[in-house]
């Protein structure tokens, strides 16, 4: 069994900072891509951010400048820094790892940014 273990999230005011943690742990031995999504009431869900094995990254273009993905390949744990919290920025983050078969999601964790 693989879980995906998540914390950081919480409730916060515009402007604000929370930081994001999601830790991979059983029978993994390769993840290619660790990264975050996220949903709002009635909206679609967003990859927020992305990092390979390598270090590459990719941001939505809503969190580009203020958001910032990192990786510790060791852990297999993936962190999203969020600054600048805006009210949009409210909703259910999931993690999410990539292995070559499968793909492991997390439990989600709910962001809420106040006005």
């Known amino acids: 069994q693989v879980q995906l273990v998540e914390s950081g999230g919480g409730l916060v005011q515009a402007g604000g900072s929370l930081r994001l943690s999601c830790a991979a742990s059983?029978?993994?031995?390769?993840?290619?891509?660790m990264g975050w999504y996220r949903q709002a009431p009635g909206k679609q869900r967003e990859l927020v951010a992305s990092i390979t094995s390598t270090g590459s990254t990719n941001y939505a273009d809503s969190v580009k400048g203020r958001f910032t993905i990192s990786r510790d390949n060791a852990k297999n744990t993936v962190y999203l820094q969020m600054n600048s919290l805006k009210p949009e920025d409210t909703a259910v983050y999931s993690c999410?790892?990539?292995?070559?078969?499968?793909?492991?999601w997390g439990q989600g964790t709910q962001v809420t940014v106040s006005s």
């Open positions: 999410y790892a990539e292995a070559p078969l499968f793909l492991y």
């Open positions: 059983g029978s993994i031995f390769v993840i290619n891509v």
